[in-house]
Nanobody, 121 residues
Framework: VQLVESGGGSVQAGGSLRLSCEVS????????MGWFRQRPGKDREALAV????????TYADSVRGRFTISRDNAANTLTLHMNSLKPEDTAKYYC????????????????WGQGTQVTVS
């Protein structure tokens, strides 16, 4: 299983970005998929989870209402739409996958991408 993120870049505060995570070796719809980030000097932070098989999503308080997680089954891609970006959203963003969401949806991810940098100024 391989995950490859893209779409990062530099944006002004209040702007938007769309991150993509191309999945290979499995299907995006058959795994619990998540987006995470790591800000400089901080621990990795869970942002959003897309549950297997349906449209159920869960968001961290820090991004709820601003970020939207979705998937394109045909393209086998996970997406994170980010709106109203703030300087504190500056981080390296990662997508991750695990076979089941389980009782703890924020941990236990087996597969990770290499990350894509987002800088908000």
């Amino acid at each position: 299983v391989q995950l490859v993120e893209s779409g990062g870049g530099s944006v002004q505060a209040g702007g938007s970005l769309r991150l993509s995570c191309e999945v290979s070796g499995t299907t995006v719809r058959s795994h619990c998929m998540g987006w995470f980030r790591q800000r400089p000097g901080k621990d990795r932070e869970a942002l959003a989870v897309l549950w297997i098989g349906g449209a159920q999503t869960t968001y961290a308080d820090s991004v709820r209402g601003r970020f939207t997680i979705s998937r394109d089954n045909a393209a086998n891609t996970l997406t994170l739409h980010m709106n109203s970006l703030k300087p504190e959203d500056t981080a390296k963003y990662y997508c991750a996958a695990k076979r089941v969401c389980g009782s703890d949806i924020w941990s236990g991810y087996m597969y990770w991408g290499q990350g894509t940098q987002v800088t908000v100024s």
